[in-house]
């Protein structure tokens, strides 16, 4: 049809006009979708995020076509990662406005989203990846989500928190002295910190290049592996399947949590699966001590410990001044030309860095270069190095709340092993300790990242079985209730059950932990807490909670349904079947314990 001679009543053209405006409107929608920024500051994000938008993951393609590993999945990255077109904050409003939009977009963003993960924010970092309490002056307060009074640890506060509370499936971070690690155990998470350079970091702000490295945190131990697996290179020799743990005794010295609840978890566990060899026992101190010649240099002259005790000391100084020398060669220039406003316990660290004369420069990188042939040494043919994370228990929550030297030194300890060495790391909550998250680490030679991840997946169930025995050893009896706290924890439960009515799942757990605290022996209490648990997707607590119910009360249905339903979300399949096939036991007309049992068997097949 020549131009200019328009049939308002040819079918094809209003085909092809109508097609046009419908793929017009489409992409503007899908624009608007990608860029839709939320509130930040509501309650419901416990102050996770900077900012939060949607960047799509790609779409599952059509069989045969292989499924993408992560399909399906949230995650949200931490605010030192370049989005193309956005301001990368780095956590701190002064260097937002001095920065202009990012030309490209981090590597590790676009791998993950061609997988078919969705990006749905930013997330709260302490300023320039420095602090290590997690609280940054400039955008509020983040909370911790299963422990509110405590700190959520730092530097990637906002990404443990979207994790913990269930907000994303997984966050990424940056782990340069414990930024991944520390708030993975404060929050009570999954933390992997992966071998040095294993991972690109192109597109990521750097605080120490020598020490830093993108970590990852997830709920579930299937998801941690599963985002492993997309980003980890595949290594050309496997390393052997029979594993065999090293604790260092020593190590768990530092730790105020009994081993009751650490070392003994562990070791029971290993007892309880095939393919592990009987763990073994070492003073780390000692072998540290005996093959990293360079250390020598760092031991503090004044130190009345022996050489040995003090050489994990000497590690964490050698951590520190690593960093400050790397920090100051990469912003010195930026920070004495703006001048920027930063929180007090952030300056305090930056000062020291641009203000530090480098010494014994040279032997900072052997004592690098030697620590990791030594770990590589003692952990080859499958060997873990099992530590506690850290030493010390989180803080209560307050910016004006200082950070002491022994508190600092108490956690650098232990995070320099893998962060010097570059060695990895994964961080596996062990339940809580006075009321504190707590945690032990997995540390494996540089680039047995895969072995590492395939050792947390396949331990973990049993883990979590232990800690829940532990932790009933460690509980005290039944204390005899009065009337009036009888009285007052079933006002609890049913102020619990109307939130719970109103779909304000956090306040739920709230009261029904309240209850618990008053009455401790009453299963209904930790059963209704699971459901709400379930709610927030909180599925290991919910997991939990219906194990200690079921061991007040064999015969609670709702119990075994809700554990059934835990399980399932955390890919447990079979101990899932067995729990629906306990309740339809118990109750044989439960349509919905009968719809599961089929549901999992087809998983099964």
């Not at 105020?256 to 029971?268: G, L």
């Amino acid at each position: 049809m020549p131009l200019g001679k328009f049939d308002p009543l040819n079918v094809k053209v209003w085909f092809v006009v109508g097609i046009t405006m419908a793929g017009a409107i489409i992409i503007a929608q899908t624009t608007r979708r990608r860029r839709r920024k939320v509130p930040t500051n509501t309650l419901e994000y416990f102050g996770a995020f900077v900012e939060r938008f949607e960047l799509l993951g790609a779409p599952q393609p059509l069989p045969p076509a292989a499924p993408l590993l992560l399909s399906g999945l949230s995650f949200a990255i931490s605010d030192n990662f370049d989005i193309k077109g956005q301001v990368t904050g780095f956590g701190n409003p002064d260097w937002r406005k001095t920065h202009g939009p990012a030309d490209q977009t981090a590597l590790i963003v676009t791998v993950l989203r061609k997988q078919g993960a969705g990006c749905i924010g930013r997330t709260v970092i302490d300023e320039f990846s420095f602090g290590m309490k997690g609280e940054n002056l400039h955008y509020g307060m983040t909370t911790n989500p299963d422990v509110p009074t405590d700190v959520p640890g730092g530097s990637c506060s906002g990404s443990a928190v979207a994790v913990a509370a269930g907000l994303v499936d997984f966050a990424l971070g940056s782990d340069t002295i414990g930024g991944v690690r520390i708030p993975a155990s404060f929050c009570g998470v999954l933390g992997f910190r992966p071998s040095h350079a294993a991972v690109c970091s192109s597109g990521m702000l750097p605080n120490s290049q020598s020490l830093d490295a993108i970590g990852w945190l997830a709920r579930n131990p299937a998801v941690l592996h599963r985002v492993g697996s997309v980003l980890l290179p595949v290594t050309a020799k496997a390393i052997k399947r029979t594993r065999h743990f090293i604790f260092a005794d020593d190590c768990f010295q530092l730790s105020n949590v009994p081993i009751q609840k650490t070392v003994n978890v562990i070791s029971n566990s290993i007892e309880s699966l095939s393919g592990f060899q009987a763990p073994k026992h070492m003073n780390i101190s000692q072998y540290i001590a005996s093959n990293v010649p360079s250390l020598k240099e760092f031991y503090e002259p004044s130190s009345k410990s022996s050489k040995a005790a003090s050489s994990i000391k000497a590690l964490s100084t050698v951590m520190l001044l690593l960093q400050r020398y790397e920090f100051k060669t990469n912003y010195e220039d930026w920070i004495n030309t703006v001048k920027p406003s930063i929180s007090l316990e952030v300056s305090a660290r930056v000062l020291e860095a641009i203000n530090y004369t480098p010494d014994h420069l040279k032997s900072l990188y052997n004592v690098r270069t030697e620590l990791r042939a030594a770990l590589n040494t003692l952990l080859k043919d499958g060997g873990i190095l099992l530590i506690p994370t850290t030493a010390a228990v989180p803080l209560k929550h307050g910016f004006k709340q200082k950070l002491s030297a022994e508190y600092q030194d108490s956690l650098y300890t232990l995070l320099s092993i893998a962060g010097v060495s570059g060695c990895c790391q994964a961080t596996v909550p062990l339940g809580k300790h006075d009321s504190h998250n707590i945690s032990v680490s997995f540390v494996a030679a540089h680039g047995a990242d895969r072995f590492l991840l395939d050792t947390i997946l396949d331990m973990y169930s049993s883990i979590q079985e232990q800690v829940v025995i532990a932790s009933s050893y460690c509980l005290p009896a039944p204390q005899h209730c009065s009337n009036g706290d009888l009285d007052q924890s079933e006002v609890l439960k049913e102020k619990g059950n109307a939130a719970f009515r109103g779909k304000h799942w956090k306040k739920a757990v709230n009261y029904y932990s309240d209850a618990i605290k008053l009455n401790n022996a009453n299963a209904k209490y930790y059963c209704n807490r699971a459901a709400a648990y379930l709610e927030l997707g909180c599925y290991q607590q919910a997991e939990t909670d219906c194990t200690h119910a079921i061991s007040l009360d064999k015969k609670i249905v709702k119990a075994y349904m809700r554990r059934g339903t835990a399980r399932e979300m955390l890919l447990y399949y079979k101990e899932a079947l067995q729990d629906f096939r306990y309740a339809l036991a118990l109750e044989p007309q439960n349509k919905a314990a009968r719809a599961a049992e089929k549901r999992i068997e087809k998983l099964l097949k």
